[in-house]
């Protein structure tokens, strides 16, 4: 390794047998692209009124009695078998089964460990850094910190509520977001609203710009 000062050889840290220096933006270790994180004022809020607040937000079914009682017996028996077969798609059998259940093949079936790391696969796959997520508002809030975390912005498109009608897509701003974004996101029902979007009218925007869309459909 050479020097600036007059291009006199430098040992590196490696060369001397130590660690190599990480570079840090604020000395916490945490990579550049997450900026100063700051406590989440929602979550500050929900621990300020434990107890006295009912969350309309929480979707994990095991907190409110959805919990099928097979699965624990499935479970049971899986951990008793003695041979690991891990496959980069997910287990055969799974697959197999969902192709049954919703058509094609095992072959078109991924399965991951959560959401949440599907949508990183899927950002991975169909942007690159310093581009742009179309995202539904009100919306998740988790997907917006996953795309931070492959180095991409978020534009929004939004919903709003009508006494009359309930939630209902403003389709200008869905352009809008899908004509300055690479990937389109929407959320089928939607998270915390519950409102259904009209699969053609997603399909179409997402057509017309030319752009893959992400349907979250998890629930």
Excluded at 122 to 136: D, I, M, N, R, Y
Excluded at 153 to 176: M, R
Aim: proline letters at 9%; charged letters at 15%; glycine letters at 8%.
């Amino acid at each position: 390794m050479m020097s600036a000062e007059g291009n006199q050889p430098r040992s590196s840290a490696l060369e001397q047998g130590q660690p190599p220096r990480l570079h840090k933006s604020d000395g916490s270790g945490i990579g550049r692209r997450l900026g100063q994180a700051q406590p989440n004022p929602w979550a500050v809020l929900r621990s300020d009124l434990d107890g006295r607040l009912t969350d309309l937000t929480d979707t994990n079914p095991t907190n409110h009695g959805l919990t099928d009682p097979r699965v624990a017996e499935i479970l049971a028996k899986a951990a008793h078998q003695s041979a690991y077969d891990p496959h980069p798609r997910g287990n055969p059998a799974a697959r197999e089964a969902l192709a049954e259940r919703l058509g094609g093949t095992p072959e078109q079936y991924w399965l991951t460990a959560s959401t949440s790391e599907a949508y990183g696969w899927l950002f991975q796959l169909l942007t690159a850094p310093g581009e742009s997520v179309a995202l539904p508002q009100p919306g998740y809030p988790l997907i917006q910190p996953l795309a931070k975390l492959q180095g991409l912005d978020t534009c929004a498109y939004w919903w709003h509520y009508l006494e009359t009608d309930g939630w209902v897509l403003d389709e200008q701003t869905l352009h809008q977001a899908a004509g300055q974004a690479q990937v389109l996101v929407v959320v089928n029902p939607g998270n915390p609203t519950g409102a259904y979007a009209n699969v053609e009218t997603i399909q179409a925007a997402a057509a017309k710009a030319n752009m893959p869309l992400i349907a979250d459909e998890v629930f």
